[in-house]
Each structure stands twice: as C-alpha cells, then as structure tokens.
C-alpha cells in the first residue's frame, strides 16, 4: 500500500452496535488524526496521537475510543453507535510539523 | 479557544479570473499555515503551506501571510471550472510538541465557464 487507507468505505450500522472503523499508513508518520465531518460543520477532531502508544482527545471525543499500539495503524471505535454518530469520517497522518495526509474516508450511517 | 474563520462562500469566479481567498486566526503563536482543496464526496488534500511572513507561489498558486494581522490567504491564478471546490485553512502551533491543526470551516469556490 502506499499512503494512508481507511476501511470500511462504507457502513449502515444499527443503533447499538459496536463498530471499529480502520486506518492504516505506509508512511511511518508519528502523528496520526480522526476526524469527522458533518455539512456546514467543517472538519472536526475527534482524537489524535503524536506518536506510537500515546493518543489524546480532540473536540469532540465523547462516544468514540482510539488506539494506537504502532506507528501503521490507528483504529477508531464506536462502543454504542448513535445517530448523531452518522457522519464522513476522515483519518490523517503527518510528520509533526509537516501536512497532513488524509485517507479516502468511510461514510457512516447510523440508523 | 483558538479559531480560524473563513467565509463559506460560495466564491463564485468567471473562468480565468483570479479567485481570492481568506482566513483569519486567533492564536498568535501560530507557527505553520496550510490550504487544502477538498472535491465534493473527496478527501482533503494539500495545495500549498506557507510557515514564513510574505509570498510563497506554486504554479497558479500564490499563498500569502501576514502574522502581524493574523491573516492567511490563497489567490489561484487564471482559474479553472476544475478549481471549483471547497478550499480549507488549518493553522498548527507546535504548542508544547503537540501540532494539532486548527481547521477552518472551508471557502467554496465556484469557476464558472
């Protein structure tokens, strides 16, 4: 693989349900990011992590667990999925201080 | 808190004119400034970063800064239809090793024919 891949592409999820949304880099970035993104809201971060085994929270946590136990991957997971929860999810990568480079994102619906 | 606004737009262009684009922060130790283009149903994906006062210029690409006034901008250059997108400013501080970006809301452009 080359870049950062993000799975599934897409998820109809009844309320309730558990669901781990996937991401992986290639690009041995330290930082890695969860966004979410609604309409009219922009992108906003949900957690993050500077580097292997250390994660934090963004803006907008409440709902979701991250973690980060090497540098490739960074899964996202809803422990109860909720409407509210229905959104376009974006994972990014970056070397610190350099851009961020998202993934293609997965597309969440939770009914 | 800190904050990037920018205008939603729409920006809407004629076809080879030149599209300005702005945005404005609150957080003066704001060290590093990126503009993203972002598709309809796309990912984010990076235009041009710009870290020092003045010009930086990148083919139809001109991005401007200017940390006294604590404003970034984004001129495209003899725009095309295929510039038409949502454009997105993120700011990061590299506060206390963290460099957690400050995103805007995005600017959409629209080029028309």
């Known amino acids: 693989i080359a870049g950062i891949t993000q799975a599934p592409t897409s998820q109809i999820l009844a309320a309730g349900r558990r669901m781990t949304l996937r991401c992986t880099q290639d690009m041995r970035h330290n930082a890695m990011y969860w966004y ?3 309409l009219g809201l922009g992108l906003r971060l949900i957690h993050y992590s500077n580097t292997a085994g250390t994660t934090g929270k963004g803006e907008v ?3 979701y667990s991250v973690s980060r136990a090497n540098t490739d991957d960074f899964p996202l997971t ?10 376009v999810y974006f994972c990014a990568s970056s070397p ?12 969440l619906t939770v009914l | 808190q800190k904050e990037v606004e920018q205008n939603s ?8 004119a030149i599209a300005s684009l702005n945005c404005t922060y609150s957080d003066r130790g704001s060290q590093s400034f990126f503009w993203y283009r972002q598709y309809s149903g796309k990912s984010p994906e990076l235009i041009m970063f710009i870290y020092s006062n003045g010009d ?20 495209i250059r003899d725009s095309q239809p295929s510039d038409s997108a949502t454009y997105l400013c993120a700011v ?22």
């Open chain 1, 36 to 38: 979410r993104q609604d």
């Open chain 1, 61 to 63: 946590p409440d709902g």
């Open chain 1, 78 to 87: 809803l422990a109860s999925a909720v409407p509210s929860q229905t959104s």
């Open chain 1, 96 to 107: 610190n201080e350099g851009e961020q480079f998202f993934g293609p994102g997965t597309r």
């Open chain 2, 9 to 16: 737009g729409p920006l809407s262009v004629p076809e080879g």
């Open chain 2, 56 to 75: 930086k210029e990148d083919g139809r690409f001109t991005a401007q800064l200017n940390k006294a006034s604590q404003y970034v901008s984004l001129l």
């Open chain 2, 92 to 113: 990061k501080n590299g506060w206390r090793g963290s460099y957690i970006p400050t995103f805007g809301r995005g600017t959409s452009l629209i080029v028309h024919p």
